[in-house]
């Protein structure tokens, strides 16, 4: 007794005791490791000093603002996408959306409309090809993945159409449109800060707003989801028109940048867009997602595409390389995620 009440007095005078240090440590550790997304965190930082370390120059101005810009491209449409696969549904067609828009506009700026009316149509222009998904969908009461895999290929077709299979320039490059989303601002590329803008807004609409626990409610149990009287038709709708939407918007933001568009445009996007969105964490099973996941999923895949290109790997290794890193993410992302339920789930016992 005397010497536990010794030991309990020690510890109300506050004496550092063996261990002091290893156990704070333990509790850094501890928290850092519950995050949700530090696996990413992590792979991000890895892919960052496996390529800044050998090629100083990743960290030149110029470097981080091409990465910043080709990454508010995608992310976009990435947002847009765990909407989709938190309701277990997946959109191949946002590469031809994403182009038919950014078509559409260019099409309206060479015509002669002000630049400003041009984007507000090529918006709704993606909005609609969305709903359309959503509508086919619903109407034909089929997975939304067999609806796009044929509006896939008729976007793209329409995108040809329309734009006669060549390239379309001469944009009217001292414009507010093209000046403001096409320079920087704050010494960023302008479209970085509408993808921060649209992660703030998303990331509150998908986990703080009833349409965000509809969509999630949906995804987790589509048949409880009907039966409690949610109109799951109608969501899918909106949920696809807000992913077309997303599309218009980066399509016209890179229209901004590069005062071009090449009937190319937006091929082989839905992969990366899908890839990024599930490596961000996404649960292909439904009923939760992250946005904020998404988005480092977003700077993994830019990275490997920074790394293949400043490592000179043959082109013909990029695809493969690409495939192996992304596993690799994945692959490390899960270990924390598991340790953490494992944790969590030893501490409920």
């Keep these: 007794m005397d010497m536990r009440r010794d030991s309990e007095a020690e510890s109300e005078t506050g004496r550092p005791q063996r261990g002091d240090g290893s156990s704070s440590l333990g509790r850094i550790w501890k928290r850092l490791s519950s995050i949700e997304e530090m696996g990413l965190v992590l792979a991000v930082v890895i892919l960052v000093l496996a390529i800044g370390i050998p090629h100083p120059e990743l960290f030149s101005p110029g470097s981080i603002k091409t990465l910043l810009r080709d990454a508010s491209f995608t992310g976009l449409m990435v947002f847009g996408m765990v909407f989709m696969i938190a309701m277990v549904e997946i959109d191949l067609s946002v590469g031809g959306i ?12 060479k015509a002669g409309v002000d630049p400003w009316a041009a984007v507000g149509i090529a918006l709704a222009i993606g909005a609609a090809l969305g709903a359309i998904n959503g509508l086919l969908t619903v109407l034909l009461d089929v997975p939304m993945i067999i609806v796009t895999l044929g509006t896939l290929s008729a976007f793209f077709g329409l995108n040809l159409i329309i734009s006669r299979g060549h390239p379309i320039f001469g944009m009217p490059r001292e414009h507010p449109f093209f000046a403001i989303f096409g320079g920087e601002f704050l010494g960023l590329p302008t479209p970085s800060w509408v993808l921060l803008a649209s992660l703030v807004i998303l990331h509150f609409v998908f ?27 109608r969501t899918r709708i909106l949920v696809t028109a807000l992913v077309g939407l997303l599309c218009a918007i980066s399509g016209c933001m890179t229209l901004a940048f590069f005062k071009a568009v090449d009937p190319s445009l937006g091929h082989s996007k839905e992969l990366l867009v899908i890839a990024a969105a599930v490596i961000g964490g996404t649960s292909l099973a439904g009923g939760s997602g992250t946005l904020i ?27 493969f390389v690409t495939g192996c890193v992304i596993l690799g993410a994945i692959a490390l992302d899960r270990i924390l995620k598991r340790r953490k339920s494992a944790r969590q789930n030893h501490e409920s016992l």
């Design 293 to 319: 996941g998404a988005l480092l999923g977003v700077f993994v895949i830019s990275l490997i595409g920074t790394g293949i290109v400043f490592y000179g790997i043959d082109p013909n290794y990029s695809g």
């Design 98 to 109: 994403y182009a038919v828009s950014a078509t559409s506009a260019a099409l309206l700026i």
């Design 207 to 233: 986990l703080h707003t009833r349409f965000g626990a509809t969509v999630r409610a949906i995804g987790a149990n589509r048949q409880a989801a009907e039966f409690i009287g949610i109109r799951v038709g």
